[in-house]
Nanobody, 114 residues
Framework: VQLQAFGGGLVQPGGSMRLSCLVS????????IGWYRQGAGKERELVAT???????NYADSAKGRFTISRDIAKLTVYLQMNSLKPEDTAVYYC?????????WGKGTQVTVSS
């Protein structure tokens, strides 16, 4: 499984941004897919994931503001981020758990600043 993230950039506080993760490889082997992030000087943390059955899981910091979704036909997972805050600034990573292995895409920088 390979993961390629798109999106990211600079956004003002209160703004919105959508990240996309294009998936390739043995899609059927994926049990969980989603997003993690790592801020400067911080550990990588969960943002949101969705299972192969469509069950979602969100970090408390993301609940009510972020939405994870998937378009199976387009082999893409999205992270819609609304009401962004400066503390959301981080490198965001697409993640998948496939055949009991953790897969990571290259990160994309999201900066929330005025």
């Amino acid at each position: 499984v390979q993961l390629q993230a798109f999106g990211g950039g600079l956004v003002q506080p209160g703004g919105s941004m959508r990240l996309s993760c294009l998936v390739s490889g043995t899609i059927s082997s994926i049990d969980v897919i989603g997003w993690y992030r790592q801020g400067a000087g911080k550990e990588r943390e969960l943002v949101a994931t969705v299972t192969s059955k469509g069950n979602t899981n969100y970090a408390d910091s993301a609940k009510g503001r972020f939405t994870i979704s998937r378009d199976i036909a387009k082999l893409t997972v999205y992270l819609q981020m609304n009401s962004l805050k400066p503390e959301d600034t981080a490198v965001y990573y697409c993640y998948a758990r496939a055949s009991n292995h953790d897969k990571w895409g290259k990160g994309t920088q999201v900066t929330v600043s005025s």
